[in-house]
């Protein structure tokens, strides 16, 4: 037991800013089941986010002076579920629900904590359900990813900004909007029957694979991965393919994450810091997780139809796999990937991919200028001005090549990668001469 705790939990630091850090990880990890509890119990997907929040904003309140419990889960459901029967005293619309509710809230009192939080099974289906519920076609498709990356991923409002290239006050709006619209037209919180299954596939994918992209590149906070993410965005995909065996996409999706969390033991240093796939020691890359995507693509590509957009990824993914060394690398085949992908679905991100394929394939210039096309689009983000200094470095132009580096650190970000760029850029700036002695 820490000093100052009481048992049973967990000390945070003494630093507030510490203390907040430890408990948003906790809701990171937690949140999704939560809220999926939270919607079963109550049938209402808007009233049980509002409910975990408020959840969350009394463990701020607490946590820090406290400690975590070690069943923060736990804690957290019980304290929404709390929340709950108070709002419908409020609003006398307790009928059979109370009971139900103040039965469970007694037993994650008394009872083991992990128990309390219900079948383990359940609740992986829950999260399922809370997906496709988040993605209902009635919302508008930027809405669903929005509510969704919240809900899900756990992610704050300019997390999900910079995910989707969008303003905060446009994400905050549309968050509220598809929260509203999904409590007004009462949408079921179940997986949809198999005849309305491909009207949200689309977007149940891209959220599953967003959700991954946050674990094997965190959008923001102090560790540059979030294996735990990544592996509850593969399982997600995999129970999908359960319900939809037939949907390459779905295996293709699968295929994708394998070969990219094949990487995670590689990619980073023994800082903490993030390693380029040209850095990682490929001895260390799962090669049980290169075969299971090799499969799942191999199922993916089976029929005459050709590749679609991430059996395409899952294709350059690959192309890095099978790779024995960063130099015999098949960098004009993914550049042909990357043109499908393009044609496919052209945007500024996935151009900006291929600039470095054809940086790597026919040299930086060729690239630079694909790239400086980009400016207007992606002014905003990250990685493209990370990859601008790159070039510049490259070309060796140390001056635009650290400017750049510069440039990207002091965009918000992962802070693992800050500290990466920014001594990128002072390795390339000259030492200060010392001063001379008269």
């Avoid at 939560?34 to 009233?47: C, K, M, P, S, Y």
């Avoid at 409590?183 to 949200?200: G, K, L, M």
Wanted: proline share 6%; glycine share 6%.
């Amino acid at each position: 037991m820490s000093e100052g705790t009481a048992s049973g939990h967990r000390a945070v630091g003494a630093d507030p800013a510490s203390g907040h850090r430890a408990v948003e990880a906790v809701w990171r990890a937690e949140s999704a089941r939560i809220v999926a509890a939270l919607t079963r119990h109550t049938g209402d997907f808007a009233w049980a986010e509002d409910l975990a929040q408020e959840a969350l904003l009394e463990a701020l309140a607490k946590w820090p002076g406290s400690g975590i419990p070690d069943n923060s889960g736990a804690w957290l459901l019980t304290v929404a579920k709390r929340r709950a029967i108070d709002g419908w005293r409020r609003r006398e619309r307790m009928n059979e629900r109370e009971p139900l509710l103040a039965h469970d809230v007694a037993l994650a009192e008394r009872e083991d904590p992990v128990e309390a939080l219900g079948d383990p099974d359940r609740i992986e289906d829950d999260v399922l359900r809370l997906v496709f519920t988040a993605c209902h076609p009635i919302l508008p498709a930027q809405a669903r990813l929005a509510v969704t990356l919240r809900t899900v991923a756990g992610l704050t409002t300019e997390q999900i900004a910079r995910v989707l290239l969008m303003t905060v006050p446009t994400v905050q709006q549309r968050i509220v909007r598809a929260k509203r619209t999904l409590s007004d037209a009462r949408i079921p919180f179940e997986v949809p029957d198999r005849s309305e299954r491909p009207a949200r596939l689309a977007t149940v994918l891209q959220v599953i694979y967003l959700l991954f992209t946050e674990g094997y590149a965190a959008a923001g906070g102090q560790h540059p991965i979030r294996p735990d993410v990544a592996r509850e965005a593969v399982r997600l995909a995999r129970q999908l393919a359960a319900l939809m065996p037939h949907e390459r996409e779905v295996h293709a999706l699968i295929a994708l994450m394998e070969f990219q969390s094949s990487r995670f033991a590689a990619r980073v240093d023994a800082e903490g810091l993030p390693l380029t796939i040209a850095e990682q020691d490929r001895r260390r890359w799962d090669r049980s997780a290169i075969a299971r995507g090799r499969a799942a693509l191999a199922r993916a590509t089976a029929s005459d139809r050709g590749l679609a957009y991430y059996g395409l990824q899952a294709s350059i993914a690959q192309c890095h796999a099978i790779a024995p060394t960063a130099d015999d690398t098949d960098w004009p085949r993914i550049v042909a990937l990357y043109d499908g992908l393009v044609a496919l679905a052209p945007s500024p991100v996935i151009r900006l991919n291929r600039a470095v394929a054809v940086a790597m394939a026919d040299g930086p210039d060729a690239a630079l200028a694909l790239v400086d096309e980009l400016d207007d689009e992606l002014s905003g983000f990250r990685p493209f001005h990370a990859v601008r200094a790159e070039l510049s470095e490259r070309r060796g132009d140390s001056d635009a090549a650290a400017a750049a580096f510069e440039r990207a650190a002091a965009l918000p970000g992962n802070e693992a990668e800050t500290v990466v760029l920014r001594r990128r850029a002072a390795a390339l700036r000259p030492a200060p001469r010392p001063a001379a002695v008269e």
